[in-house]
Nanobody
Framework: QVQLVESGGGLVQAGGSLRLSCVAS????????MGWYRQAPGNRRELVAV???????NYADSVKGRFTISTDNAKKTVYLQMNSLKPEDTAVYYC???????????????WGHGTQVTVSS
């Protein structure tokens, strides 16, 4: 089984910054992608940013130029640096990885429990 632990959320004023971290552990042989999603009350969960094994990144239009996703592959950790935060960035942020274990050829998705980010105006 795979476990994801997120940290770094909190309360910040508009214009401020936060850095989220997500550490993966467990039976992980290969990671295909790591990413961040968010869900605000009453909204669907949406992609924020994702990075693939090859290093390609994809960002939601709403965060381009403000958020940066990065990884430390040796530590199986993905980060999300969030700058110039806006009240509309308020949401629960979830980490997701696509990985496979040593006994499988298929990749599976695993989710963290989420960390709350609140941006005050």
């Amino acid at each position: 089984q795979v476990q994801l632990v997120e940290s770094g959320g909190g309360l910040v004023q508009a214009g401020g910054s936060l850095r989220l971290s997500c550490v993966a552990s467990g039976n992980i042989f290969s990671i295909n992608s790591m990413g961040w999603y968010r869900q605000a009350p009453g909204n669907r969960r949406e992609l924020v940013a994702v990075v693939t094994r090859g290093g390609s990144t994809n960002y939601a239009d709403s965060v381009k130029g403000r958020f940066t996703i990065s990884t430390d592959n040796a530590k199986k950790t993905v980060y999300l640096q969030m700058n110039s935060l806006k009240p509309e960035d308020t949401a629960v942020y979830y980490c997701k990885i696509s990985s496979r274990d040593t006994d499988s050829t298929a990749y599976n998705d695993y989710w963290g429990h989420g960390t709350q980010v609140t941006v005050s105006s």
